[in-house]
């Protein structure tokens, strides 16, 4: 396993992000979710994302049960700053978000326990609250950092702006938003640009478009009736089918090079610069032993080429998010 830089961390340069082996993607039996957690860790995988609204509060506590073991080996991130309807486990009820500092220092204490550790390894702020300025949430999670309960802090889905005012308060480590070949604001918006200016690792999620851009997605009525892309526009009729037109190039390139579709769509990321770790959701062994091969999987220049000219923004079908939780995340 290739290793990148996370602030003074060292982690894999893939990462396991963990939200659907609890929630969003469809029923998960927490032993096989155990064990891809265990395979995880044997295939050299040292970076796990988590949060508190995963399950809710499941998710931490699944990664606390299964990497206790090998704590001294991984690195734990999690996230604070969504309000959600805590009796229910779909993604469809967050309702807003919390960046109070109250909220920051409670949040962390309580995913510490859940985690069984003593320290966060990267704390986000998962979404910036904009009843609260950016300087008292990023505040509060540097107090926890002179505490010794943290050890970095990262932000999620942010402007330039936001990126330089969190950075002037305490340094960012990572910054979190996503990115995939269907998901490109960052290259055109300046947040990449700035988090090379800054220092600050750039860690996409969902860089295989939710499974999409692997070819191996079913049409939405196929899938699980818990499974949050029934409410996502690129998923929907119409939409579906003219984003599938686009992955046969991915497919085509896959082929030519003896590798899945997954691998050529995760190898385009890793080739963005070595400052960028992606965090891959994998809920089956299969799956995550084919997202670690990309690693040594190298594309051409015109092969990266041919795949940024057919998944331009204008070709994509469909927003990302329901207008709801579009609005979320700072542009």
Not at 111 to 134: A, F, G, M
Not at 158 to 170: D, N, P
Not at 280 to 285: F, L, N, T, Y
Request: aromatic share 6%.
């Amino acid at each position: 396993m290739e290793h990148r830089k996370l602030g003074n961390i060292e982690v894999s340069s893939v990462g396991l992000g963990c939200m659907g082996l609890s929630q969003a993607y469809g029923v998960q039996d927490e032993a096989a979710s155990i064990q891809t957690l265990h395979r995880a860790v044997d295939l050299g995988v040292t970076f796990f994302d988590t949060a508190e609204v995963y399950g809710p509060y499941r998710n931490e506590a699944l990664l606390g049960k299964a990497l206790k073991p090998y704590r001294d080996q991984v690195t734990i991130a999690t996230k604070f700053g969504f309000t959600y309807n805590r009796e229910r486990t779909d993604f469809g009820e967050i309702t807003g978000m919390d960046g109070r500092p109250e909220n920051a220092r409670a949040v962390a204490e309580a995913s510490l326990k859940r985690l069984q550790t003593d320290i966060i390894d990267l704390y986000y702020l998962h979404r910036v609250d904009p009843t609260v300025p950016i300087e008292e949430s990023v505040g509060a999670m540097a107090e926890l950092v002179n505490e010794g309960k943290v050890r970095a802090i990262g932000l999620s889905e942010v402007s330039v702006e936001t990126l330089r005012r969190a950075h002037a308060i305490h340094p960012i480590t990572a910054l979190q938003s996503e990115y995939s070949l269907w998901t490109r604001d960052i290259e055109t918006n300046g947040v990449l640009d700035a988090c090379r200016e800054l220092k600050i690792s750039f860690i996409p999620f969902s860089p295989l478009g939710r499974g999409f851009l692997t070819g191996k997605v079913p049409v939405t009525d196929a899938l699980e009736s818990g499974d949050f892309r029934h409410n996502l526009p690129r998923f929907q009729p119409g939409n579906v089918e003219a984003n599938r037109r686009l992955v046969t190039v991915i497919e085509e390139i896959a082929a030519a090079k003896g590798a899945t579709a997954a691998q050529v769509a995760l190898a385009w990321v890793l080739a963005q610069g070595n400052d960028i770790i992606p965090i891959p959701g994998a809920k089956r062994i299969e799956h995550l032993e084919q997202n670690i091969g990309a690693v040594t999987l190298i594309l051409t220049r015109d092969e990266c080429t041919r795949l940024e000219a057919t998944f331009t923004p204008e070709n994509i079908s469909g927003n990302r998010y329901p207008a709801a939780f579009e609005a979320m995340a700072q542009k």
